[in-house]
Structures are given as structure tokens and as C-alpha cells.
């Protein structure tokens, strides 16, 4: 029995570092967007913006944790204006939408392997986000080209770089939990 309950921990420990890294990945693109960037239109659909994509992986967050989270009682953070939102605005939100990934995801991992309203399973509920904020990232990076931003290689391929970012999310997350002087 303990054999089982320490390989369950360890399920546990690498599910949940995989979304902190895949957040990391997430936010080192946005951290490095030139200014200029974000207002820029997206070829082919006029009306968008890669502000405004940038404000959809946020704001998809946060639909999956009112859809799934609310009969749970998780917290749902607010929405970003996708129109208008910052840089400055939009990481702590991101911050905020992945503290509440996380909570559906611990749900998922106590209730083995279930979280109520997805049907398959945690892990493919991982696998759909990871995907989902994957197919923004590249999408901006296409776009950050086609526009004549091409991006440093630094950032292109720090978004590669999962190593090194689970590192910083592995950091972060130690400031974040280090007692206050």
C-alpha cells in the first residue's frame, strides 16, 4: 500500500510541475512581446489582436474553472478585457487563472483521476490545455513574423526550453511560499 501511495505522489507532483511549467512557457512569451506587438492585428482576421489573444488564454482559464470549478466552490478569477488589457494586468491574472488550474487539477487528482463536468479524465483535461495555450503561443510567434516582429531567439526558443522554465516555475514557486521576514 504505501508503494502505491508514493507512486500516486509522484503522479501528483509531476501533473501539477507540468502545468506550472506549461504556465511558465506561457507567461516567459508574454513577458518578452515587444510593446509593439500587442496591438498588431492579426493577418487574415482584421478584427483581432494579439492583445486579444493574449487576454483569451486568461480568460479561457477562467471559463474552465466556472464551468468546472464553481459546484466545488473554487475561486473564479475575473476575466481580462480583452481589448484593452496590458502586459502589467495581464500576467498577475495569469497567475491568478493558473492558482485556479491548479485547485481543478488537485480535484481531478483526489477524486482519481475525475474532475466532475470533464469527461475523460485529468489527464487528458492537462493535455487539452497544454494544447490550447501551445497553439496561442505559436500562433503569436506566426504572427510576431508575418508582421516584421520576428522574435529574438532567446524567446523563440526559450519557449522550448522546459527544463529551464520548470526551473523558474520551481523558484517561483518557492518565493511565493517562503515565510516573510
Known amino acids: 500500500m504505501m508503494e502505491l501511495e508514493r507512486e500516486r505522489d509522484v503522479l501528483r507532483k509531476a501533473l501539477l510541475d507540468t502545468w506550472r511549467t506549461n504556465h511558465r512557457v506561457t507567461v516567459f512569451l508574454f513577458e518578452n512581446l515587444p510593446d509593439e506587438l500587442w496591438p498588431q492585428k492579426i493577418p487574415g482576421a482584421p478584427r483581432r489582436t494579439v492583445r486579444m489573444i493574449a487576454g483569451h488564454v486568461h480568460n479561457t482559464r477562467c471559463m474552465w474553472i466556472k464551468m468546472l470549478g464553481r459546484k466545488l466552490y473554487l475561486a473564479v478569477p475575473k476575466s481580462v478585457n480583452r481589448h484593452r488589457v496590458s502586459r502589467e494586468e495581464l500576467i498577475p491574472a495569469l497567475e491568478r487563472s493558473s492558482e485556479g488550474i491548479i485547485g481543478l487539477l488537485e480535484v481531478g487528482l483526489d477524486r482519481d483521476g475525475k474532475i466532475p463536468g470533464f469527461p475523460p479524465d485529468v489527464v487528458h483535461f492537462l493535455a487539452y490545455l497544454v494544447a490550447h495555450e501551445g497553439h496561442h503561443r505559436g500562433q503569436i510567434c506566426m504572427v510576431a513574423r508575418q508582421l516584421g516582429h520576428r522574435l529574438p531567439d532567446e524567446v523563440l ?25
Open 157 to 181: 526558443y526559450g519557449l522550448w526550453q522546459w527544463s529551464k522554465r520548470a526551473k523558474e516555475a520551481r523558484a517561483n514557486r518557492a518565493s511565493e511560499t517562503a515565510p516573510q521576514d
